[in-house]
């Protein structure tokens, strides 16, 4: 299986609580790749949570963190990447995710609020209605995610197993074969 992207990077995309740290993992054993979450390298430079970078520094400038660390990351090869909630809102990170593949983990409204009911470490849903605000969060970026290479549903019952399954199923049919310039 390592060899079906031929070492390109696979950018998972999505909404916060789809599932792309744990998809991601299993992708990166079933391709044989490495695997980052932005969220965790952010962290480890920055020293100190998410949480506390917004609390702090304020978006922007976690938002400016994220592309570093996305420029950096996409100088690698074979590596599956986890992906903030919002890495699709700076149009100079499509630069960087258009490198590989990239995968939406696409997932209701409903649901994420169900997996995230008692995460406290989501800094855009602390003091807000968290239902209201991951709509219009989903609103805001619906059209951004959907620019995607493969999409996947994912329905309320399934497994982080069962969606990685569903992402190296779908990869075949969107890997663009090499074009001849004759």
């Not at 922007?60 to 990447?81: G, M, N």
Request: net charge negative.
């Amino acid at each position: 299986m390592g060899n079906l992207l031929q070492g390109v990077n696979l950018y998972l995309i999505g909404m916060m609580g789809v599932g792309k740290t744990t998809v991601g993992r299993l992708l990166a054993k079933q391709l044989g790749y490495g695997y980052v979450d932005t969220d965790d390298v952010i962290a480890q430079a920055a020293g100190k949570s998410i949480n506390q970078i917004f609390a702090d520094e304020g978006e922007a400038a976690f938002r400016k963190l994220e592309t570093d660390v996305l420029s950096q990351v996409c100088a690698f090869t074979k590596l599956t990447i986890a992906t903030g909630g919002g890495i699709v809102l700076q149009r100079e990170n499509w630069g960087y995710l258009h490198h590989g593949l990239i995968v939406w983990l696409d997932a209701s409204v409903e649901l994420i609020y169900r997996r995230l009911a008692e995460d406290t470490t989501r800094p855009l849903l602390q003091d807000v209605d968290p239902k209201g605000k991951l709509r219009s969060l989903l609103e805001q970026r619906q059209s951004l995610y959907a620019q995607a290479d493969i999409r996947i549903a994912i329905a309320q019952e399934e497994t982080p197993e069962q969606i990685a399954t569903r992402v190296m199923e779908a990869i075949p049919s969107v890997l663009k074969k090499p074009v001849s310039h004759s």
